[in-house]
């Protein structure tokens, strides 16, 4: 089994700044892509942001240069450095992961979502 466990989404003013954190854990043998996705209300979801195991990141047109995404391969962690939020940025933010697993499979796997409501 593995979980992902996203904390640190809330409530904050436009101009503010969040960071969120997503960790995973259990039967993990290599994790590769780590992403985080947002879901507004009556909207699709969405990538906000990919980082893989060796670094190389990637973002939404809307959130370029704004947010930054980082991991810590050590603690199966990634992070995402909310700045200058806007209220269009208000959603629930899933993690993701493309984890290899002890049983030699490869999974995608979704955290269950923390809100983020940016207020005008």
């Known amino acids: 089994q593995v979980q992902l466990v996203e904390s640190g989404g809330g409530l904050v003013q436009a101009g503010g700044s969040l960071r969120l954190s997503c960790a995973a854990s259990?039967?993990?043998?290599?994790?590769?892509?780590m992403a985080w996705y947002r879901q507004a209300p009556g909207k699709q979801r969405e990538l906000v942001a990919s980082?893989?195991?060796?670094?190389?990141?990637n973002y939404a047109d809307s959130v370029s240069g704004r947010f930054t995404i980082s991991r810590d391969n050590a603690k199966n962690t990634v992070y995402l450095q909310m700045d200058s939020l806007k209220p269009e940025d208000t959603a629930v933010y899933y993690c993701?992961?493309?984890?290899?697993?002890?049983?030699?499979?490869?999974?995608?796997?979704w955290g269950r979502g923390t809100q983020v409501t940016v207020s005008s």
């Open positions: 993701n992961a493309h984890i290899l697993t002890l049983e030699n499979l490869f999974y995608d796997y």
């Open positions: 259990g039967t993990i043998s290599t994790i590769n892509t």
């Open positions: 980082t893989t195991s060796g670094g190389s990141t």
